[in-house]
DNA sequence: CTGAAAGCGCTTACAG
DNA sequence: CTGAAAGCGCTTACAG
């Protein structure tokens, strides 16, 4: 059985050599330089193609001390959009003719570990488009100047750029939907304590209803399971004072909340409004059809690719923070204002 | 404004100079050589803190011709597995001191065209955990030598190794299953028409049936979708003779014919059982509770990590397809046998 | 328009 | 146990 061990590896040099010109030339037709003669640029691209040659990108990422390679953070646990970000940030990125180092992990302190093993790569970025991951991450990263944008999170202290949804907004838009609907009984089942985004969009809500005059507001806190949904939404409705409106901070959750209203024959949207934050794929399937809170996704991703590529460009320059604004979608699972 | 453009860059050249060593004792030190005393060992390492010196892997990389870069290949549409298997695959690879480059694509032609570009950043092997994508990408990635492991599929004739679930048993556990409970007016919902994974379910499936006296099974063909779920489940229970059992390739499209059946009033598991294939998390939803077959996805995982490694330290050698067993979970959305 | 040569930052025989 | 030197496969001033 022969052995196919050795990959091809064919080099400039082969190249150089068939097509009788320098290996010089053969890089220049590669790296699109100008000023090459029409016909050698021909022959040295065809004996290319007979050969099946392709520059080596570590080799010209050693030479260029630029790899192209953006590393990108996520992880699973905390952003219900993990599949959809993940793909789209790579699709942009390989589109501009980068490419993606992923860097995820369960336990946020096996990402800071990471950090050190994915910077040897030399990346050229950082995309962190993680919840919670520690701020030493971050920091480590800043101090070691390497463009880095935060997705789906900002840290105003930290100098760090980022792309979040107007959380805060949000949050505000859907006080507003509940009490113009005549809702008075309000209830926010919220996520992860230490991240921005589950602050601002408590805050955006319950500052909007005292605005309005309504001052009390259960709160059920550090919920982002869909476990999680279905027993606080068990805690409200039981209680003596059931909330006839549940704003969750999350789909994933609010799914758990309309299943217990369910379970507890509790009529949905007719005795409890129920409204989510990120509209995920299932936001719309007809089991849920939640009214939720869309994150412009897309735009947000475009923005951060945006951001982190003018940071590499241009090192040295300020960061900045994006709020790019959400929308309120309608569905069956709440009530509309009368 | 100070420009902090410039990344630390500390070389060992400046570690060798600030320790008093040459440079190849540095690189020793860091390539974990034996042969050192401790003495020096220990100096550098401290000078190396100091400097907070790292080596650079892409150099390394040329010099050893190795890059210790695992390629993955996913789809998000085809695989309802997606963050699960990404983050799992990602978190047992950096367990083993490899990086992972993304190649995530939505069209399958995109991912084609892509991999000559991961080829050039010299991964040391691919892993192709998506339904559908090209055998042309198989095809080149086996001819440039480049050992490459399938995920969830295979592809027998090919000579590449691959790790599946064995999906032909877990039909045939399904068709027991239904038979057992006294079902008899069968339905087939099935995924994507050119996936190994859709055929053996089916295959597995009908042959038992047939084995058990059964022979007529409705098969709704090329269903992956929620919504596709859904509508399938619509025609079936709607027509003049509703089948009491439906089984389906993947939970997504069961969780469709749930919610189907559901607005149909149509009484589960009473009047229908549903069972899945998968066991994806929202399965165990309590709006759900659907019966399905368990990839053992992580064992998978780990198989495949461990033959893909396997064949970039021995090149060369054979390939190998495994097919690890499923597990059918009893929820409530079957009837059990009487 | 093209070539010779230095250099990117490592690893690793080869000496000693 | 350690150093000098070649080499990994490119890019890119510098000449001409």
């Known amino acids: 059985m022969p052995r196919t061990s050795s990959r091809s590896r064919v080099t400039s040099h082969e190249v150089a050599l068939k097509a009788g010109v320098s290996q010089s030339t053969v890089s220049r037709v590669f790296s699109g330089r100008a000023g090459l003669s029409q016909a050698t640029r021909e022959r040295v691209l065809a004996v290319a193609r007979d050969l099946g040659y392709k520059p080596n990108a570590i080799a010209r990422s050693l030479s260029t001390r630029r790899t192209r390679i953006v590393g990108l953070v996520s992880s699973h646990m905390t952003n219900p959009y993990f599949p ?8 942009r990125l390989h589109e501009l003719g980068w490419k993606v180092l992923l860097l ?3 336990k946020s ?7 050190p093993e994915v910077l040897a790569y030399q990346v050229d970025g950082l995309v962190i488009a993680s919840g919670s991951h520690g701020r030493r991450m971050t920091q480590e990263a800043q101090r070691q100047g ?3 944008v935060l997705f789906g999170r900002y840290a105003l202290d930290s100098g760090v750029s980022a792309v979040s949804c107007a959380n805060y907004e949000g949050g505000r838009e859907v006080a507003d939907a509940f009490l113009d609907a005549g809702h008075r009984r309000l209830a926010y089942v919220g996520g992860l304590e230490d ?7 408590r805050r955006g809500f319950i500052e909007r209803l ?4 309504v001052s009390d507001c259960r709160v059920e806190r550090g919920i982002f399971t869909y476990q999680g ?7 409200l409705l039981e209680s003596p004072q059931p909330p006839d409106a549940i704003f969750c901070a999350n789909d994933i959750p609010a799914f758990g909340v309309l299943d217990a209203a369910r379970d507890l024959g509790v009529k949905v949207p007719e005795e409890l409004s129920v409204i989510g934050f990120d509209d995920i794929p ?7 059809s939640l009214t939720t809170v869309r994150q412009p996704v897309e735009a947000m991703i475009e923005a951060s690719v945006g951001l982190l590529l003018e940071h590499i460009e241009t090192p040295g320059a300020g960061s900045v923070v994006r709020f790019l604004p959400g929308t309120l979608v309608w569905r069956r699972s709440a009530r509309l204002r009368r």
């Not at 302190?109 to 950090?115: A, F, G, H, I, R």
């Not at 949904?229 to 805690?235: I, P, S, V």
């Open 104 to 106: 995820s992990a369960g």
């Open 195 to 201: 991240t921005s985004t589950n602050l601002d969009r």
């Open 210 to 213: 005292a605005e309005r005059g």
């Open 109 to 115: 302190e096996d990402v800071d570990e990471l950090l």
């Open 84 to 91: 959809t970000v993940l793909q789209a940030f790579t699709q």
């Open 282 to 288: 299932m936001a719309q399937w007809s089991g849920y």
């Open 229 to 235: 949904g279905y027993e606080a939404a068990r805690r």
């Open 146 to 148: 390497l463009p880095v």
